[in-house]
Structures are given as C-alpha cells and as structure tokens.
C-alpha cells in the first residue's frame, strides 16, 4: 500500500491489522516488476517504494491474511447463504497491489509519523484553514466543528492556493465567516488533533485557480437534524447499521421514529429523513413527503427503501424491467418441465448472496468526492433500476463489470447498465438514491465515505 495514501485510511486499515495480529511493515528497500492492481484487476508493471506498507503472506497467520487480501474468493459451491466478497483493499477504498511470487524486500517495523500540527497562534493568524476531503477523518472533523458551531464551507470543485491543490469536497474554514465564535480555532484544533488531520493554512482569499474564497464554489455547510426511520416493515440489521454510523462511528445524533410516526418527522424542524432498507409503505404520507423535501428537506434512501419510493409519483425512479419472452416460447414451456429435485441449482442463476461490484462514478458529483471515478460496492441483492431521466447518476454498473464473489448468470446479466446512486433535485430539497447499502455491517470503510458525502456534500 502506497506511502502516499491517506493517513486516516492508512490508520484504520492498521488497526485492522493489529485487532487480527497480522504483521506488517515499511518497506526499506524497493522493487520493480509485476504487480497486481487491485482497482484495475489487472496484471501490470509497478513499483515498490521506500516507506510504503507491505504485508507479507509468509507470516503465523498467513491464511487469515491470504483470506481478507484476495481479490477474488473462490466458492467451490455457489449455494451459499452469506456474501462471496470481502477484499480488504476495495472495503478500504486503497491503491493497493499484490505478488503472486515471494518479493526480496525489506522491511522496518511500521512507525507512527507525527503529524506536527500548526499552533493556535498559527491557525488564528491564517486567512482560512483547509482540509483535504480524503477519508473519514475528515469527515470525523466536520461533525467536531458543527457541535462547536463553527462555520464549514466545501469546495464544490479542485482548488489551489498558491502551491497547495485541494480536491473537492474539501473543508474551508475562513476567519470571516467565525468572526462571531471566539473560541473556534481552539475547538478546530482539538479536533485536528484528535483525529490526526493535518490542515493547511491560506493567506489570502485569491486563488491560483478553482474560485476565490468567498464564490459559490464554496457553499456553507449545515448541521442536519437528523430522523431516521425504525420499526415495522424496517430491516432490522439494516436499522442497526444506520443507527450504529451515527451513534457510534460519528457520534451524531439522530431520533428514531416509526414509519406510521413519519408525520412527526414533517412537522419537526428536521432537514434530513434516512430511510433504511426495508418493505414499508409511504403511500399515505407521500404528499405530506414531497412538501417537505420540496420545503428544503433531503431523503436518503437505501437498498430496499428505493423500492418504496419507486412506488410513488413524484420521484423520478423507475425498476428496470428484464426482458420477457412470450409465454409460448419453447424455452418457457421446457423451463416448465424441468425436475423439481434440481430447482435449488437453477434458483441461483437469479440470486447474488452479495458481492464486490465495480461502480462507474460521475467524480465531478458530490457523491464521487474523496472517492474517485471508480467505487467497489458490495451488492447484496438483485433490485435494479434505469438510470435516472429527472436527475443525476452518480454511480452506475457498466457492461461485464468488474466483479469479485459470485452472482448468478442471469441476475449479472441483469445488473448491467443500472442505477447504483443518484440523487433527485425536488424543489429546495432533494432525495439521494442509494440501491446498494454503502454501511453494510458497517465494515465497509469506504461506504462510509460515501455516506458522508450523501449526508454533507449533496446539498
């Protein structure tokens, strides 16, 4: 793995390690040869630098490492009830390649590098402070602030300050804008500090290129009063990881209400609605749901919970439908025929217990930020929608996408060309469609990613 990735992935990525006794540590010597790209699948010439973290599989738990490292795991049966992908590397959102031989390298034990951080005096002094938007520790920043009321802005686009380049998403927290808050460098710096971000500091509010300071390419971001729903017709599980994100990986808070409590959610003062997976009826209430998100208001719905809102005119989603033949096709009247002992094989044609997707992202849309053009999403069903007429596709599954674990001949077939994630502008508001649930079992790290951009980004 890269020297130069993120240090907050690097981060959770070794804790990982630690928690499973996995050694590792940083290469002192270099390599040059072929090497397994883990977003490309492919087999290519590439380097191993100095100071990068490596793993080798010649170690006491080798198998375990072999295990939550290989790309592609191999199901000697397909009728298997759980999910067929794991890869550690496309869970973490890394840039990170694999041997297939032994490699001579050298390694040092993996050290801590001190992230020396600019002073109070230093940040009270800066025209601005930015943070690269390259994994949750940013993220964990942002909440930080909020609670500490301190005024947030995100680049909607890239941007340079003199010798710095800045992607977007990135925060931007100007002295101007905390002219009234006292104490917001030192909040700021308390959280810096905790969750190990380094910021940078901006002199002036010109830039090199991608917008001055004070254009609408910095938009301000909003603390949300956040619902969720729980309860009947609420996938449990699914409940619980959206529950979990919040309490405990961000520790934001939320209310809960039950779907027949929704009205609650409408005439309180919050400004965001999650709708985990599930099969619930919003039928009744869809008047009510429109106003609201027109009102300024934003729905994110997950897996399932599309489904229901498919359901209702109003919000631009539609199920793609797969092709049908005529009913007196001889291959539907052979298909009639066929042994009732061997239905369980031929069901899982149709079925994914869930696997790695690799997902086409519009990486100019918010969703796309600190992620890229590409995002492995572990899918865990066959739900597919078309792409979106009155909206964004953010993310979409191409022809013969990359994937790793199995699904089903007809359900691959299926998922080809469809909605992963979109979002709908409705009035003020908007809905953010997300078909695949980017907190599965809350390990997927860089779902989280995601999620955040949904929660902050999308506005």
Same mark, same amino acid.
């Given at each position: 793995?890269?020297?130069?990735?993120?240090?907050?992935?690097?981060?959770?990525?070794?804790?990982?390690l630690?928690?499973?006794?996995?050694?590792?540590?940083?290469?002192?010597?270099?390599?040059s040869?072929?090497?397994?790209g883990?977003?490309?699948?492919?087999?290519?010439?590439?380097?191993?630098?100095?100071?990068?973290?490596?793993?080798?599989?010649?170690?006491?738990?080798?198998?375990?490492?072999?295990?939550?490292?290989?790309?592609?795991?191999?199901?000697?049966?397909?009728i298997?009830?759980?999910?067929?992908?794991?890869?550690?590397?496309?869970?973490?959102?890394?840039?990170?390649?694999?041997?297939?031989?032994?490699?001579?390298?050298?390694?040092?034990?993996?050290?801590?590098?001190?992230?020396?951080?600019?002073?109070?005096?230093?940040?009270?002094?800066?025209?601005?402070i930015?943070?690269?938007?390259?994994?949750?520790?940013?993220?964990?920043?942002?909440?930080?602030?909020?609670?500490?009321?301190?005024?947030?802005?995100?680049?909607?686009?890239?941007?340079?300050?003199g010798?710095?380049?800045?992607?977007?998403?990135?925060?931007?927290?100007?002295?101007?804008?905390?002219?009234?808050n006292?104490?917001?460098?030192?909040?700021?710096?308390?959280?810096?500090?905790?969750?190990?971000?380094?910021?940078?500091?901006?002199a002036t509010?010109?830039?090199?290129?991608?917008?001055?300071?004070?254009?609408?390419?910095?938009?301000?971001?909003?603390?949300?009063?956040?619902?969720?729903?729980?309860?009947?017709?609420?996938?449990?599980?699914?409940?619980?990881?959206?529950?979990?994100?919040f309490?405990?990986?961000?520790?934001?808070?939320?209310?809960?209400?039950?779907?027949?409590a929704?009205?609650?959610?409408?005439?309180?003062?919050?400004?965001?609605?999650?709708?985990?997976?599930?099969?619930?009826?919003?039928?009744d209430?869809?008047?009510?749901?429109?106003?609201?998100?027109?009102?300024?208001?934003?729905?994110?719905?997950?897996?399932?919970?599309?489904?229901?809102?498919?359901?209702?005119?109003?919000?631009?989603?539609?199920?793609?439908?797969?092709? !049908?033949? *005529?009913?007196? &096709?001889?291959?539907?009247?052979? $298909?009639?025929? %066929?042994?009732? =002992?061997?239905? /369980?094989?031929?069901?899982?044609?149709?079925?994914?217990?869930g696997?790695?997707?690799?997902?086409?992202?519009?990486?100019?849309?918010?969703?796309?930020?600190?992620?890229?053009?590409s995002?492995?999403?572990?899918?865990?069903?066959?739900?597919?929608?078309?792409?979106?007429?009155?909206?964004?596709?953010?993310?979409?599954?191409?022809?013969?996408?990359?994937?790793?674990?199995?699904?089903?001949?007809?359900?691959?077939q299926?998922?080809?060309?469809?909605?992963?994630?979109?979002?709908? !502008?409705? *009035?003020?508001? &908007?809905?953010?469609?997300?078909? $695949?649930?980017? %907190?599965?079992? =809350?390990?997927? /790290?860089?779902?989280?990613?995601?999620?955040?951009?949904?929660?902050?980004?999308?506005?």
């Amino acid at each position: 793995i890269p020297a130069s990735t993120p240090l907050g992935k690097l981060r959770r990525l070794r804790q990982l390690l630690d928690r499973n006794g996995i050694s590792y540590g940083r290469a002192t010597t270099s390599y040059s040869g072929n090497l397994y790209g883990y977003r490309s699948g492919k087999v290519a010439e590439g380097k191993v630098k100095e100071g990068d973290l490596v793993i080798s599989a010649y170690q006491p738990r080798s198998v375990l490492t072999q295990v939550l490292f290989d790309p592609a795991a191999v199901v000697k049966d397909s009728i298997t009830y759980d999910i067929t992908g794991w890869s550690v590397p496309l869970a973490y959102g890394l840039d990170a390649y694999a041997s297939r031989t032994r490699l001579d390298l050298k390694a040092a034990p993996f050290d801590d590098r001190a992230v020396s951080l600019p002073t109070v005096t230093t940040l009270s002094n800066a025209y601005a402070i930015a943070i690269p938007w390259e994994d949750m520790t940013a993220a964990a920043v942002l909440t930080d602030a909020l609670r500490h009321d301190i005024q947030v802005r995100t680049a909607t686009t890239d941007f340079v300050f003199g010798q710095d380049r800045f992607p977007a998403g990135s925060l931007v927290i100007t002295r101007a804008d905390n002219a009234n808050n006292a104490d917001y460098v030192r909040h700021l710096h308390a959280a810096l500090e905790r969750h190990g971000v380094m910021p940078k500091t901006i002199a002036t509010g010109f830039s090199t290129s991608g917008g001055d300071l004070g254009s609408s390419n910095y938009q301000l971001v909003s603390g949300k009063k956040v619902a969720i729903l729980g309860g009947e017709g609420v996938g449990v599980n699914e409940f619980g990881q959206v529950w979990w994100f919040f309490d405990q990986d961000m520790s934001y808070p939320a209310s809960i209400f039950d779907p027949e409590a929704i009205g609650s959610v409408f005439s309180g003062d919050y400004d965001l609605l999650v709708l985990p997976s599930g099969r619930y009826d919003l039928a009744d209430r869809s008047d009510d749901l429109k106003a609201w998100v027109r009102a300024g208001g934003k729905v994110i719905a997950i897996g399932r919970a599309n489904s229901s809102l498919a359901k209702l005119d109003g919000f631009n989603l539609t199920e793609k439908k797969a092709d !049908e033949e *005529g009913d007196d &096709s001889a291959s539907d009247k052979k $298909d009639r025929l %066929l042994p009732y =002992g061997n239905r /369980e094989r031929r069901f899982i044609s149709t079925f994914n217990p869930g696997a790695v997707v690799k997902v086409e992202m519009d990486a100019t849309h918010p969703l796309a930020f600190g992620i890229g053009n590409s995002y492995f999403s572990i899918k865990t069903g066959t739900d597919t929608y078309d792409y979106l007429e009155d909206g964004v596709t953010a993310g979409r599954l191409r022809t013969a996408p990359v994937i790793s674990g199995f699904i089903g001949a007809t359900a691959k077939q299926e998922i080809e060309e469809t909605l992963i994630f979109g979002v709908q !502008e409705m *009035g003020r508001g &908007s809905v953010v469609y997300l078909v $695949d649930n980017p %907190l599965y079992r =809350g390990f997927w /790290e860089e779902g989280k990613l995601l999620f955040c951009n949904a929660l902050f980004q999308v506005n």
